[in-house]
């Protein structure tokens, strides 16, 4: 099984069964196992998609 980053779903709250608490709303990586495939596959939570990195500013140096 991989890691994968995921977050509830607008307006819910999903409960981790191995952390004993709520996911936090940003998201959190978790072991894509049965019950996060079921969550996944409900809607009731999603992957985050992580931001690509920006391209730095080019500095002049003279």
Do not use: F, N
């Not at 709303?25 to 495939?37: N, S």
């Amino acid at each position: 099984m991989h890691t994968e980053t995921l977050k509830p779903a607008r307006g819910l709250r999903v409960r981790d069964p191995l952390r004993d608490r709520h996911l936090h709303h940003d998201g959190e990586p978790v072991t894509l196992d049965g019950y996060w495939r079921r969550r996944l596959r409900d809607g009731d939570v999603e992957r985050v998609r992580s931001q690509p990195a920006r391209p730095q500013a080019k500095r002049d140096e003279e």
